[in-house]
C-alpha cells in the first residue's frame, strides 16, 4: 500500500499534538482527577456540624506542561477588590491555551464574607492571616488556614495572596514579596513574581537573614515551604471600584505570563519603588480619629498626621508623624481602639 507524503505529513502533525497533551497527566486535586485541557470547580468542605464551612476553588489544568500556581482571594472577607477579581479571571483563563496549572481560591473566608465581618471570622473572631499554617484540630478559622496550606500552598510552585485595604482601610495599591537573605533563590524569584505584577510599589516582607517565626501570614507559609510567594495589596474602604478589579485581574495575568502559564510578556513597570521597611503608628486611645490625609501622601518625620478625640468630641491627643515616608495605609473612618493601626508609612530610600 502506498502512503502519501501529505498523509505522512498530518500523522506526524497529529501524533505530535496529541502525545504532548498525553504526556500532561490528570491533576489529582483532593480526589479529583481533572484531565488536561480542562477546569474543575469545588466547595472545599471545612469542619463538622455547625462549625463548618466551604472553600470555593477552581482548578484550571493546562494543556501542556508548566509550574503550578495558587491563588488565594478572600482571606478577608471585606477585602471586595481581590474578591470581585477572582470571580471574574476564569473568564480569561482557558485551560486548553494554558501551560501548567492554577488553583484559585476564589474566598477563603467565607462566612466572613457572607457576615461582612471586618477583619475576622465571625465564628471564632480569629484573623485569617494571623494563624497559618492552621491546626487540623483548631477552631474552624485554624481549620481554614490548614486546609489552605495543605491542599492549596503545599500542591503550588508559586504562590500570591491577593488583599486590599479592608472596610476601615485607605490603601496605596502595592505588590510584596519575602525576602530572606539566607533564602537567595527563593527570595529572588519572588521579587521577579513582584516585578511582573506591575505594580509601581513594590514592599519587601522580610528583610532579615532567616525565617525563624511561625508563618502566621498566608503567603508566609508559602515561603515557608521554599515556594516563592508575593501579596498584592490593592482596592480600598469596603468598595468594589472597578479600576482596582481591574488592576489585579491584569497584575494576575501577567504573572501568568511571567511564569509562562500563559503565552505573552509581562506587563512591568520600569524603576519600581522599592519599599525595605514599614513604620505602623497605632492609636493609645479609644474614640474618634480624624485625618486629612490619604494614602500615597508623602509624609514628614515630627509632622501631625491627625488627632484622636474621645466619645464625647473632646480632643485627647494629636497623631505625629514618627519618619519619613509615604502613606500606604490609612484608617479612613472614625472609630478607634486602643492599639488599632492607624497609618501604615513606606520608607523610601
Ligand atoms: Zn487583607
Do not use: W
Request: a neutral charge; hydrophobic letters at 40%; glycine letters at 8%.
Amino acid at each position: 500500500m502506498k502512503i502519501s507524503f501529505l498523509y505522512l505529513t498530518l500523522l506526524v502533525a497529529f501524533l505530535t499534538t496529541h502525545l504532548t497533551q498525553a504526556q500532561v497527566k490528570p491533576f489529582t486535586f483532593v480526589g479529583e482527577k481533572i484531565k488536561a485541557g480542562s477546569k474543575h470547580s469545588v466547595l472545599l468542605p471545612v469542619g463538622k456540624g455547625e462549625n463548618s464551612t466551604v472553600i470555593p476553588v477552581t482548578v484550571f489544568h493546562g494543556a501542556k506542561k508548566g509550574p503550578v500556581l495558587g491563588i488565594t482571594a478572600g482571606v478577608h472577607g471585606l477585602e471586595y477588590a481581590p474578591i470581585m477579581a477572582a470571580q471574574q479571571l476564569p473568564k480569561y483563563l482557558d485551560p486548553a491555551e494554558m501551560n501548567g496549572t492554577v488553583i484559585l481560591v476564589h474566598i477563603a473566608n467565607v462566612p466572613a464574607f457572607l457576615h461582612r465581618s471586618l477583619r475576622v471570622n465571625p465564628v471564632d473572631g480569629k484573623n485569617l492571616n494571623r494563624v497559618f499554617p492552621g491546626k487540623p484540630d483548631g477552631t474552624l478559622t485554624d481549620q481554614i488556614a490548614h486546609v489552605i496550606s495543605n491542599e492549596v500552598i503545599a500542591r503550588s510552585d508559586y504562590f500570591i495572596d491577593v488583599h486590599d485595604g479592608d472596610a476601615n482601610g485607605d490603601l496605596r495599591p502595592y505588590s510584596g514579596y519575602y525576602n530572606y537573605f539566607d533564602m537567595p533563590e527563593v527570595s529572588e524569584k519572588a521579587r521577579q513574581m513582584a516585578v511582573a505584577l506591575g505594580f509601581d510599589f513594590i514592599v519587601q516582607f522580610g528583610n532579615e537573614q532567616s525565617l525563624t517565626e511561625e508563618a502566621i501570614y498566608c503567603s508566609r507559609e508559602a515561603t515557608k515551604r521554599n515556594i516563592p510567594a508575593v501579596d498584592i495589596e490593592c482596592g480600598r474602604k469596603g468598595f468594589v471600584e472597578e479600576k482596582y478589579v481591574q488592576q489585579i485581574q491584569q497584575a494576575l495575568l501577567s504573572l501568568m505570563r511571567h511564569l509562562q502559564i500563559l503565552e505573552g510578556k509581562p506587563a512591568t513597570v520600569q524603576n519600581p519603588v522599592m519599599i525595605a521597611k514599614r513604620t505602623s503608628v497605632s492609636s493609645q486611645h479609644e474614640g474618634f480619629f480624624y485625618s486629612d490625609l490619604t494614602s500615597g501622601d508623602y509624609v514628614k518625620k515630627g509632622m501631625k498626621l491627625g488627632y484622636i478625640t474621645d466619645l464625647f468630641g473632646n480632643h485627647v491627643v494629636d497623631v505625629t508623624c514618627p519618619t519619613d515616608g509615604v502613606i500606604l495605609y490609612k484608617t479612613f473612618n472614625p472609630p478607634v481602639k486602643k492599639g488599632d493601626g492607624l497609618f501604615s508609612i513606606g520608607h523610601i530610600n
